[in-house]
C-alpha cells in the first residue's frame, strides 16, 4: 500500500472520530469546562476546591459504592475511594453536553492511570455522569453517577 493511501486512510478515520465528538455552544463549553475543572481538582487533591464543586443537596452514587452518597459524605472523606491512590494521566472524551436553563447532564467516559497502595499502575475507564446546576452564576454538580466503561468493539 502507498504512503499516500495509508495517510488518506489515517485522515479519514481521524475526521469521522471527530465528527463523532460532540459540537459545543459556548454554554455548553462553560460547563464541560466544569468537568476539566473537576479532574483538576482531584489531581491535585484539592480538598476545598472539591467540596466546593458540590451543590449542599447534592446526591451521588459512584459505582465502587454499594448506595448513593450525599455532601456530608463528601465533606467529611472527599478522596475516600483516592486514598492512597495517585491519580498519574487522565483523558476525558465527551460523549453529550444538554444546558437546559440553570441545568446541565453531562455524559463522557473517563480514562485514567492510577498508582495503586502497592506502588504499580492501573488503567480504569468509566463513565460518567454529572448534573449540574447554575446558582448565582457558578455551576455545581447535583447528581451524578458512574459505571465501568465497557470495552470498545
Known sequence: MSHFVISAFLLLVAASCLEQQPKLSPEQKQVWSMEEKYWQILAAFDREGYIALWDENTVAWP???????????????????????????????????????????????????????DGSSEVESIRITHTWRKTNGTWHIIGGMSAPAQPSK
Open 63 to 117: 459505582y465502587p459504592l454499594p448506595n448513593p452518597i450525599r455532601k456530608n459524605v463528601i465533606r467529611s472523606d472527599p478522596f475516600g475511594l483516592w486514598k492512597g491512590a495517585g491519580l498519574k494521566n487522565v483523558h476525558l472524551e465527551p460523549k453529550a453536553v444538554q444546558v437546559f436553563a440553570d441545568v446541565a447532564v453531562v455524559y463522557y467516559i473517563v480514562t485514567d492511570t492510577y498508582t495503586k497502595r
